[in-house]
Structure formats: C-alpha cells, structure tokens
DNA sequence: CGCCGGTTTGAGTCCATTCAAGAGGAGTGG
DNA sequence: CCACTCCTCTTGAATGGACTCAAACCGGCG
C-alpha cells in the first residue's frame, strides 16, 4: 500500500496500476513525484498546439477534450479525458504539442514537471512501461475514433460515444454508464463526430424517439445498454479496461 | 557505430534513433535483438484482430496497412507502415491485438519476440524511451487522420494522404515525395479516407484536372509541393520528423 | 428585463453515395 | 493464341444523408 493514501496523485497512480503490477518502491516513486495542483475553469486552456510545454498534467477531477483546429477553422476533437487520464504526457517526450487541449468544465488537475517524468521512467523501468501502455490506449481509441468518423453513420457514431464515455465514466470511478451528465455541448459532440450540431441534434431526438437514450438537459440515460451497444456498435475491447500487461522482465 | 551494419534490423535501429540518443552499447543490444526475417506475400495477414501475438515485426522492405472490421462490415483503414516502422509494438504490452495489420505489397520483416523487446526495454531505459515516442508519434497521426476523416472534403482528405505518404516515404529513405508508386487500390484509399471507390476515383480525377497530381496506373507524381501542401491542408508537424526527445535523465 | 450561449426546427441544397454497367489489364488454362 | 475470369478502374444517373442558412425558442444570469 502506498504511503499517502491522500495524495493528489492517486488517480494517476490508479491509471498506472490498471495495466502493470508496480512495486511499493514504484508507487510511492510515483507519489513522490514534484507536483502542484491546480483549477482550471471550463474553456480555458491545458494545452496549446506549437507549445513547447515543461509540464504534463494529470485530472483530478472535471473533463477536458483534445482537439485541432484545421485550415479552414473547424474544429476536430479526438479525445475526452476525464480523472486519472495523463492529458498531455505526449510532451514529455515529443518537443512541440501535436494539438490544444481544452477544459469542457471546471478541472481540478495536478501539474508535473516533465523531466521529473522523464527520470522517474528512466530509474523504474516498470514506471515506463506503465506509461508507455497507457499511450498505447491512447492509440488504440484514436484508431477506433478514426473509423467512427470515417466509417459510421450519424446515429450509430454518436451512439458509440455515448457508450465510451458511459464505460469510461464508470471505469475511472466518477458515475455510472447507465446515466451521467454529459459535460458537452452538441457542438462539442459535433466537432468528436465529424458532424454539424444541428444535425447532432436532430439525431440525439432520432436516438431518444428510438428509445435508446433518455436526455434532459445534459444529462443522458441508457434504458438498456446490450441495445445501445448494438446500436452503437460499440464493442469495448479497444479499451483495454480488463487487461493486466504481462511483466517488463520477459 | 553499431557492430554489424548489415543485421536487418537496421531500419529499426535507424527509427529508434532518429528521436533518442542511443549509446554504442544500446545499440548493439537493440541489434542483438533476437529475430527472424520472413516474406510476407501481398493481401495476407500479419496480425489478426482478437489475436494474442508473442511476436513484433518490423518492416525491412514493403509497406503494409492497420485496418478495423466494423460491424456492418466495412472498413477502416487507419494507417500505412512502411520500411523502419514496427507494425505491432502494441503487442509488446497489449494482449488482444485491436485490429488487423495485412500487407499491401509483398513485405520483407524481422519477426521479434515480444518478451525480448520487454527485456531490452527494462534493461535499457533510453530504449523504452524510444519505444514509447514511436508509440506517441503514431498516437498523433491517429489523431491527424481522425481530423483528416472527419472534418476535410473528398479532395483535400486524399491530398493529405498523399502528402503524408510521399513525406514518410522520403524520411524512411526508399522514396521521393514528388514522385512515387502508390501501393494502394482506389478501394484501400477510400478506406483509408473515409469514402467511396467510386468517390475515389473521381475525386483523383478531380486532383488530376486541378493541376496537383499527375498520375498513371498506380504511380503519383506531385507537381508542387507547396501547392499540394495547402490543396491537403498538410503541415507535417504531427509526423514529429526532425525533432530530437529530450535525454531520459532529467 | 434583456442579453447570450445553446438548443430546436424548417426548407432547400449539395457532396458523396448507391446502383449499374462497361472498359482495361493481368493471369490462367485449354 | 485466344477465350475466360477476376480485379480494378472508369463513367453515368439517380438518390439520399448530412449540410447550410436562417429563424425561433429556451434557460440562466447580470
């Protein structure tokens, strides 16, 4: 058992736990590390494209999203974060941040130092391959959102995010997948599907007349989640919740 | 220098190197790599969606393509490998391989068991650093390419794709971005961009009366790349091609 | 009360799809 | 050598899912 059951890195350390046994030098390692909490209000900014970051943070608590700006000023968004996700460990290693990162609402995160990740990663090796799994995910969900947008059509497409995130939500410990407040505008939910928001809205009233979800104002409930599944065809293997990676020591 | 200049796994090494410093003894550890180079024929399979691989190939000479199965059955296509790039590192941590990887033309590859790259990687740190910044960098074209999908008309989604190839094929060494044989059926470039065949083909058409691309029978040639970058809303900052990572230690 | 961001609804348009058929090329086998 | 098959590419015509434009509605809040 770690040391400090109260740390504001219990969350990460979580997230690092999911995949990889770590020791309890590793964890309290983990613990250790140099960080400072923080509120970010919704709309602010993590991180901005072309910055050259010396930071990773990690949620606390709140929702942030991924997301690009293209050529022509739309907007794509590949990524919610939610509590225990590492949003930018990209910059700990890449030099130039590849996309913005955005609060959806009020974020209560922990702020890292990169080199500090960097040497922790180098001295626990099962550290680093902790980190690198859960960039591993990342990947993997980037893929399937890839062929979401590419591949599906509206109903189905955001069907499947309503599942991820349900799923998510439960596995990360902050709600249920079977109804949650959804902390994004349907704009926002446009922008993660590659559609408009006003046909978002006329397919969220598709779904419900569908029975297959119930909203109210944010907020959404799935009546029976097998059928939304279906619906959504959402299948949660390219999450990787379940696994345990096998030990770094081959 | 490493020991032996002609072990195939020089493309590896040469990608490994290309962001971290690698000392002379990891060097020839990443060369002492266990392996076994294998043909694998056009069309078929290098790994299998559901799959519990104990091995990683790297790419020696061919190209190859990641793509997911949907439930109504069509398919995405989510990136293209080529010479140096690992195709299933995810393997390496991940247990069940979440999509399929199948060769596009006849590929030359060093199979790695998996449980030799977690060893080298727990011995040698900055090797498990380089490891996970391939993993970021393919992370951050998964993003690019869920962009691309989702908010970019049929024209410039397919001049990106083309960018992007041409920009890969020069850095990997086996090609010239301004002119080159594309691997790819008209159908595999409809998944890979979220369209249709047919769409496909007129839209190359398209391109083609534009002045962008001169094309044959699988042969591109970019008349001007600036000109081709803006038509693609391309900016290769997501491939991460020059930078160097910061040293592990921090 | 009036503003404002977000949601809802309608009508018309368009980009991409579907369906369908023909052309071209490579490979096979009689 | 030609007939035949298979796959890919090409083209046309019609359809449709999602988009655009535009206006109205709604709830929260200063």
Redesign the pocket.
């Known amino acids: 058992m770690p040391e400090n059951p109260e740390s504001p890195l219990q969350p990460m350390l979580r997230t690092l736990k999911r995949h990889c046994d770590l020791s309890v030098d590793e964890q309290a390692a983990v613990l250790a590390l140099p960080h400072q909490v923080r509120i970010i209000e919704g709309g602010n900014y993590m991180v901005r494209e072309g910055a050259q970051p010396d930071h990773c943070l990690v949620i606390l608590s709140g929702f942030c999203f991924r997301h690009k700006i293209l050529g022509d000023g739309s907007r794509s968004i590949s990524a919610i974060q939610m509590r225990g996700d590492m949003v930018d460990l990209h910059n700990v290693l890449l030099r130039v941040a590849d996309h913005s990162v955005q609060a959806l609402t009020r974020c209560e995160v922990a702020v890292i130092p990169t080199n500090a990740i960097r040497a922790v990663a180098a001295t626990f090796p099962h550290i680093a391959s902790a980190l690198w799994h859960s960039t591993l995910v990342d990947g993997s969900i980037a893929r399937e959102w890839t062929a979401n947008v590419g591949r599906r059509?509206?109903p189905t497409r955001l069907m499947h995010l309503l599942c991820e995130f349900g799923i998510r939500l439960e596995d990360s410990g902050v709600g249920d997948r079977l109804s949650y407040e959804l902390p994004m505008?349907?704009?926002q939910l446009a922008d993660a599907t590659?559609?408009?928001?006003?046909?978002v809205?006329?397919t969220?009233?598709e779904l419900a007349a569908r029975g297959l979800i119930d909203r109210r104002v944010?907020y959404v409930a799935i009546a029976d989640w097998k059928r939304a599944e279906e619906a959504g065809d959402f299948n949660s293997t390219y999450l990787h919740l379940a696994e345990q990676a096998p030990p770094l020591a081959g």
């Open positions: 059509n509206a505008t349907q704009e590659g559609l408009t928001s006003v046909h809205n006329r969220l009233k944010r």
